[in-house]
């Protein structure tokens, strides 16, 4: 097992949010939220997360137990990355077609598909 955190999607990240806090508010030592150790344990024996939990389902068994031990990162949003890219072309366009081309792309991509993207097509 290497020790690079794995990188979970935003709802994958609700999920093990959600978990540690059941870890941590539990008081008895007979559930399943009694311990990571606990939790693991009725992962690797074929149990399911439900309701606001399930997305940790599709987490590869590796990365779930290097999440609940050493944390993870959250890849972002494509919503973010869009705003990322947009920015940074309109930031060194300064006059330059291509990079002003490149956002007036990026603004008019997000209209055509109908996402909001605040910064970029939405306030």
């Known amino acids: 097992m290497t020790k690079e955190l794995p990188v979970l999607n935003v709802e994958q990240d609700k999920a093990m949010r959600g978990i540690a806090r059941m870890i941590d508010g539990c008081t008895s030592a007979h559930s399943v939220w009694a311990s990571k150790g606990s ?5 690797m024996e074929g149990n399911y997360f439900a309701n606001g939990r399930k997305a940790a389902n599709t987490i590869p068994e590796e990365d779930f137990i290097k999440a609940l031990y050493l944390g993870y990162t959250v890849e ?4 973010e990355r869009l705003l990322e890219r947009y920015r940074y072309f309109r930031t060194v366009s300064d006059g330059i077609d291509y990079a002003d081309g490149v956002a007036d792309g990026i603004k008019m991509a997000a209209q055509i598909l109908g996402h909001k993207v605040k910064g970029v097509n939405a306030q």
């Open 39 to 43: 939790v693991i344990r009725f992962r």
């Open 76 to 79: 972002e949003a494509p919503e």
